[in-house]
Structure formats: C-alpha cells, structure tokens
C-alpha cells in the first residue's frame, strides 16, 4: 500500500504545471524597467524589432545569473534594445566551450 502511495504522489508531482516564463517587448521598457523584470523573474523572454529589418522580430531568454542556465551553459553579458537605451546590458545562457572561457590553456 506504502508503495502504491508513493509512486502515485510521484505521478502527482511530474504532472504538477511548468511555471511559465514572461515575455516582454523590451523596446516599450526602460532599461531600469527590463532589469528588474529579469532579476525579479529570474529569467524571461525579451522581443525587440531587429535594427537591420525592422520588420524582423527578434527575442531570446535573459536571466539573472548563472544558476538560471542549463547544464554545460553559463550566464554571458549581452544587451537588447529598450526605450531608453539601445544597449541595456542584461545577461543571457550560451554553451560553455573552454576555448572561450580560458583560449590560452592546452
């Protein structure tokens, strides 16, 4: 019986809703208003229109830190186009590669 209980309080679990992750048009933002979304959420999804082609939707995921990215990433500096600013510097996951990270070591 203890077991029938634990692997149905297992199934529960796993089928609990996904928290689902905020968009915003960073372009309608301040700068300081696209900041503390991120750090407030932890991470989120921004769109902007791309400067090249306008009619180019851009968006990629921005988090606050590290602990955000997944296994084999880690948190790089990036900006996004904002209201008042067309560099706000926020942070972004890209794939760990040791080259990048340390290109003078064997």
Known sequence: MTRLLMIALAATVLAAPAHAISRYNSQGMSCNAVQ????????????????????????????????????????????????????CYVLKCRSYERENVFPFRD
């Open 36 to 87: 503390a979304a991120v750090q407030r959420e932890g991470a989120v999804i921004l769109r902007y229109r791309s400067a090249r082609n306008p009619s180019l939707p851009l968006y990629d995921r921005y988090v606050s830190g590290g602990r955000f990215c997944s296994v084999g990433e880690v948190a790089v500096g990036s900006s996004v186009p904002t209201r008042d600013d067309r560099s």
